[in-house]
């Protein structure tokens, strides 16, 4: 009988052998099915995050090239919400939507041109597709203390038709120099060219206005503006203060002078030259600078195309969303060497909730 028990004892151990190694079979093969699925999960994972980094890129110079175009206008945003904003549908052969969700533009800057540089020159180019029909003056202001580059008395003592000798003056004259290049919105002659060369004066409690003239140069209202009846004309320069900013005694004025009667449907391009740097920004104490701004009929304050656009897409492939933002220089003052680019940046986003492809809400990492 022993040796039928040992057959049987030797059965049993084989079966249960068996089975240890089928089971271990079945977990190898599971894990390695699993692994596999990983492996062609995350291939697939880099392959649309290339794809909706390309379609991120790919909005993103659709945008550079509707600012260039002044398809989206200097000033004037594009929100996520517009309908020229997206599109999903790039590439209709990829697997899932290829495309951008949000092309956002926005503009900043300051609405002005400014002269910051002493002994130099700038030119400001107010045009604006969006509001060079509407400019109707120019304001020029600037900060100015009376110990900086002129004697004390000089300022609180002169009137439109007394200036000092050179002894008068701490450093130099004070003159600014103003070009206004004038010309027609649409194809003109040379001959419809009008350049005005004009010098700007400052005074106290007098003067701040004058009108511009196509036929010859502005004068100040209600004055006699020097030979010809058109120039100097004078900033009217106000009492700001008795201290400057370390406390030292001495007298700062606020000196603006606006140019009104600028024809809406011309352009024009106002070139300033000052031998000394202005003490302060109007509204702005100690940052030394003389500053244009542009209005229109109804005084609302115009912004010239001089600013930084930001564009910030995101791309979508799948279920996968990259997202770049760009920084583009719009217009002469734009301080960069480069074409467009200051700086890119972008990051990986991965959404499995997508519904219809509709870019998800603001609480989603993905979301601009």
């Known amino acids: 009988m022993m040796p039928t028990i040992n057959r049987r004892e030797d059965g049993f151990v084989s079966l249960i052998t068996a089975i240890l190694i089928c089971l271990l079979l079945l977990t190898i093969t599971t894990s390695l099915i699993a692994v596999q699925t990983l492996t062609l999960r995350q291939a697939e994972n880099t392959e649309e995050s290339q ?18 175009t002044g398809a989206i206008v200097a000033g004037s945003n594009q929100s996520c919400s517009s309908p020229n904003a997206v599109n999903t549908n790039l590439d209709p052969s990829a697997s899932g939507q290829v495309g951008w969700t949000c092309q956002a533009v926005t503009f900043s800057g300051s609405p002005s041109g400014k002269l910051i540089t002493p002994d130099a020159a700038i030119t400001v180019d107010p045009y604006n597709p969006a509001t060079s029909s509407s ?19 000089y300022l609180a003592s002169r009137t439109w038709a007394s200036y000092p000798s050179s002894t008068g003056y701490g450093q130099h004259a004070m003159p600014l120099e103003l070009t206004v290049v004038d010309y027609p919105t649409g194809s003109f ?25 196509v036929a010859g140069g502005v004068c100040a209202a209600g004055a006699t503006c020097g030979v010809d009846g058109r120039n100097p004309f004078h900033a009217d320069c106000t009492t700001a203060g008795t201290a400057d900013a370390s406390g030292n005694s001495t007298t700062n004025y606020h000196c603006e002078i606006t140019i009104s009667s600028l024809t809406p449907s011309h352009n024009y391009l106002f070139r300033i030259r000052s031998l000394y740097l ?38 979508k492939a799948g279920t ?31 959404d499995y909730t997508v519904v219809g492809g509709v870019r998800p809400g603001g609480a989603d990492p993905c979301a601009p």
């Open 135 to 153: 400019i109707s003056k120019m304001v020029l202001r600037w900060d100015q203390s009376s110990g900086a580059h002129i004697t004390p008395s």
């Open 189 to 213: 002659a040379a001959a419809a060219i009008k350049t005005q060369n004009l010098l700007i004066l400052p005074s106290y409690n007098a003067g701040g206005n004058a009108t511009y003239s």
């Open 320 to 350: 996968v969303y990259r997202r770049v933002i760009y920084k583009q220089p719009v217009g002469p003052e734009a301080q960069s060497n480069l074409n467009y680019t200051l700086f890119a940046d972008g990051n990986l986003c991965k």
């Open 51 to 68: 794809k909706a980094y390309y379609a991120a890129e790919s909005g993103a110079e659709d945008a550079i090239a509707k600012v260039n």
């Open 278 to 315: 202005a003490d302060g920004d109007f509204g702005f104490s100690g940052s030394g600078q003389f500053v244009m701004n542009f209005y229109n009929s109804a005084g609302t304050l115009l912004a010239p195309p001089n600013q930084v656009a930001t564009i910030d897409v995101t791309g």
